[in-house]
């Protein structure tokens, strides 16, 4: 009786370790598997060039919103070798996307078909690689940027006098506003381009060349820069005299400060934000089968002047503390 007594004993603990394991993961669940967070990269052109500091914070945010992970990742400085080879690294990664602004369209063009054939897609933002298989870009519409630049030089010109372009060569994007600009000025034959500089996205080659070109054309009518440079700190402009019109690409604090001092008479602004949040959604939907059914998203393009910078200057707080 006391062994028929022990062995049922010993049974009801077997059954019970049995189903405190199950219980404790240790045996088979009928549970799904957590899903795997998708990772997306976002590579800027440069981590030295402060507004795309700001795409960051739109991806962080558009990663927190989605459940994504966002890693940011670029060259130190503006080097296309360096963009390649971190292109490359998340391809050997295998992450669930790429959005990239782009160095150098022909350089990297091989480099995103690449990743696109190996199944992961690939949009661009800010500068584009059209000729690549890049499923979607987002961004102004560079070209029309450029008119819009020369159109304004222009006019503070009264269609009299002297240009000096800033750029640097090689991206998609400043060559499309350069383009633009140009055809803007051509319809002004009393306007007379003088030079056009490259200074190969340095921010510190770009105060060299203002000082030199301002002692080569002192009565320069107005310099035209297509990209940001010029306005990301507020040396460069310092040799620049009064009589001098300045127009330039961005719109970030620094900028503005240069704006009401006088420094600037007219500033083009971008979706900052958006470039990190916009390419962040789109890969996401892409992942879930949602293609954007245009692959070029015009983000528009803000035009800041004496007249509108206090309406501007609200807007940028808005959107600093999350708003749109």
């Known amino acids: ?74 060259p130190d400085r503006a080097d296309e070798l360096r963009q390649k080879e971190v292109l490359e690294s998340f391809i050997t990664q295998k992450v669930d996307g790429i959005a990239i602004s782009v160095l150098n369209a022909s350089f990297l063009t091989s480099t995103i078909d690449r990743a696109v054939d190996a199944g992961i897609p690939v949009v661009t933002w800010d500068s584009d690689a059209p000729a690549s298989k890049r499923l ?46 140009r055809e803007a000025l051509a319809k002004h034959p009393g306007i007379t381009i003088l030079e056009t500089y490259d200074i190969k996205e340095d921010s510190v ?6 000082a030199t070109g301002t002692n080569r054309y002192p009565n320069l009518g107005a310099w035209i820069s297509v990209g940001g440079w010029p306005v990301f700190s507020a040396n460069a402009l310092a040799p620049v005299p009064p009589t001098t019109k300045f127009v330039s690409f961005d719109t970030v604090p620094s900028a503005i400060t240069l704006l009401r001092a006088g420094k600037v008479q007219v500033l083009l602004g971008q979706k900052y934000f958006g470039w990190g949040e916009e390419p962040i959604k789109l890969l996401h939907g892409i992942i879930n089968g949602r293609k954007p059914t245009n692959p070029i998203i015009d983000s528009g393009v803000d035009v800041v002047t004496a007249a ?15 708003g749109k």
Request: include cysteine; glycine fraction near 12%.
């Open 205 to 210: 080659r770009t105060g060299e060349i203002i």
């Open 308 to 322: 509108t910078v206090d309406a501007y200057e609200a807007a940028w707080k808005a959107m600093v503390a999350g």
């Open 1 to 74: 009786m006391k062994k028929v007594l022990l062995v049922a004993v010993v049974a009801v603990l077997s059954v019970m370790g049995t189903m405190g394991a199950v219980a404790c993961g240790g045996g088979t669940s009928d549970a799904p598997p957590a899903a795997r967070k998708l990772r997306f990269a976002l590579i800027p052109k440069s981590l030295d060039i402060p507004v795309f500091d700001y795409a960051r914070i739109g991806g962080e945010r558009a990663a927190a919103a989605l459940g994504v992970e966002v890693i940011y990742r670029g």
């Open 136 to 181: 979607a870009f987002y961004g102004v519409d560079d070209y029309r940027s450029g008119i819009v630049m020369g159109e304004e030089t222009a006019k503070m010109l009264n269609g009299k006098g002297t240009v000096a372009f800033i750029t640097s060569l090689g991206a998609n994007n400043l060559a499309r506003r350069l383009e633009g600009a």
